[in-house]
């Protein structure tokens, strides 16, 4: 009924893609807030970084605007981009299915890796996105993480990750399995190094990815009401027979349990991430 | 005899009477003393580990355990680990690193368990830190696929400097019915997935995620277990002592590469 009138104030057809869910309708100029159900002018909550003014949910962000909004204008350089889709398993439909969602997304794979400076601070940042195969570890994906993680090592830079992930990619098996080995391993060598790793846990962040390189942050942050655990919920409440209590992974449950170290609102997260780069840079000295 | 498909692998590795960690354990190694508990919350007993000599060297033994009948699978809840599990081996294999001994693992699992106790115990990061510190542990560590290889659950032992499976053991990203449940939206499509997940010996083999393959009698290791265990430690006997002619840099070098490259 809501939809309705806000395609009349709109006066043009609804546009929802499979991209936005249910989470992210985008109606002409207007978002309609699936938490609090308010109405909100687009530019209003691009300007809010994509979170709710009313009720302050943080709706999912692509790679693209994640980076605008931490890394230092024009900063950005890209590791990795040529690193494509590979398909091990010969399974069907799947390549069809990557260059239909490249055509759409307009992205190339699930992360996007690269060197940057936040507030003049040189670091290492990837970012996963989930508009793409729900921001599932593939062999790019893992290979992706594993060279910026590499290059971090190389330019002693700071490392931060902000993670989105359905878990290790279904398409590529086993392969999809070994990227936890080798982007897990990755860290081991960053951090004999002496090089500082955040991961950001950004919702949804489960399965293989969670059991990998996201849980291994010298400091991990998250961001409100993120839903981050191994097992989806899903798959525990079929496990259990029963449903799980409201708030059960999420963030909160996350740092009552001493899993995370901090959660940050999506508009403190730049200044936080400086301010932690900061502190290490001068214990360095 | 007639060609084996892979979902009839899928139901050999699975079979109650195959041969469990323990058995591979009681039959490898002379001496045998099970260690208990994680230092941190309990005794998973869906993992065990401990202590053991191969041809009378000391060796450091860990193996995922299923139970033969429906008691003993209640006992060791069917061979799915809780965080307490892989936090157990993580600690014997840090404690073989400090007294310089090779490490053995057998894995045999379909899956990390998933439930509320085991989430807020943080399953996740229990086997992220188990990927992260086997990259790095200086000593030689040999990892055996002797039944079900599924998912990170199975991963979390199975970092090693050589990766070996049994000719009717399975290996995958996740059981071939959670796959078809998530691929086909059919858990019921399991055959038809086995198929196409290359989760046989021979496949990983050609992908190059494993090392070698452990010749089975027909209908599996439990009709010829002399033979078997004969053959497992012909291989761990040889490979342990290349690996340990690798200094530690060179081993741990090599460990990277190997899981680098795939």
């Known amino acids: 009924m809501i939809i309705d009138k806000v395609k009349k104030l709109n006066g043009e057809e609804a546009v929802r893609t499979k991209n936005e869910s249910a989470s992210d309708r985008m109606i002409g100029k207007w978002v309609k807030c699936d938490n609090c159900k308010e109405i909100i002018y687009k530019e209003d909550f691009h300007k809010n970084l994509s979170v709710c003014p009313n009720c302050g949910k943080h709706f999912r962000l692509s790679a693209r605007r994640r980076i605008k909004q931490i890394a230092d204008e024009g900063t950005f350089k890209e590791i990795g981009g040529d690193i494509l889709t590979k398909d091990p398993l010969h399974f069907e439909g799947y390549l069809k299915k990557v260059e239909m969602l490249k055509e759409k997304t307009k992205i190339e794979e699930a992360v996007k890796c690269g060197t940057c400076e936040i507030e003049g601070q040189k670091a290492v940042l990837g970012v996963m996105d989930g508009n793409f195969l729900m921001g599932s570890m593939g062999s790019a994906v893992g290979e992706r993480i594993t060279l910026a993680i590499e290059t971090a090592i190389k330019k002693k830079l700071p490392l931060i990750m902000f993670c989105v992930s359905g878990g290790a990619r279904m398409q590529e098996g086993i392969v999809s399995l070994m990227q936890m080995a080798k982007t897990s391993s990755a860290i081991a060598k960053l951090n004999e190094e002496g090089l500082l790793y955040i991961s950001v846990f950004t919702d949804p962040t489960t399965g293989g990815v969670t059991a990998s390189f996201a849980s291994l942050g010298d400091i991990i942050l998250a961001e409100p009401k993120a839903l981050i655990g191994f097992a989806g919920p899903r798959v525990i409440e079929q496990t259990i027979k029963q449903k799980l209590p409201d708030g059960f992974q999420r963030s909160e449950f996350l740092l009552e349990h001493g899993f995370i170290d901090k959660i940050v609102e999506r508009k403190d997260m730049k200044e936080t991430l400086a301010k932690l780069i900061r502190l290490h840079i001068k214990k360095l000295r | ?262």
């Open chain 2, 1 to 262: 005899m007639s060609k084996i498909t892979a979902w009839d692998k899928v139901q050999l590795a699975r079979e109650l009477d195959r041969p469990k960690a323990l058995d591979y354990i009681n039959s490898l190694f002379e001496e045998f003393i099970e260690l208990h508990g994680d230092r941190c919350f309990g005794d998973d007993k869906s993992i065990v580990g401990g202590i053991a000599t191969l041809e009378g060297k000391p060796v450091t033994v860990i193996g995922e355990q299923k139970g033969k009948n429906v008691k003993e699978n209640m006992e060791r809840n069917f061979g799915m680990p809780e965080p307490e599990g892989y936090r157990k081996a993580l600690r014997l294999m840090k404690q073989a690193e400090k007294f310089k001994r090779p490490i053995i693992t057998f894995i045999d699992t379909p899956g990390a368990y998933p439930g509320m106790g085991a989430e807020e115990r943080g399953q996740g990061e229990a086997i992220a830190r188990n990927l992260m510190e086997m990259s790095r542990i200086k000593v030689p560590i040999i990892c055996i696929v002797i039944g079900e290889g599924s998912s990170g659950g199975a991963l979390a032992i199975g970092v090693g400097d050589r990766v070996v499976m049994l000719e009717n053991a399975v290996y995958s990203i996740l059981s071939p019915e959670g796959f078809a449940s998530i691929l086909y939206k059919d858990s019921s499509k399991a055959k038809e997935a086995a198929e196409n997940m290359k989760l046989t010996a021979n496949d990983l083999k050609k992908l190059g995620i494993i090392d070698k393959i452990i010749k089975e009698p027909e209908n599996g290791a439990q009709n010829d277990f002399e033979t078997v265990i004969n053959d497992i430690k012909k291989y761990l006997v040889q490979n342990i002592k290349k690996l340990e002619e690798l200094t530690e840099k060179k081993l741990i070098e090599q460990r990277y590469e190997k899981f680098r490259n795939m």
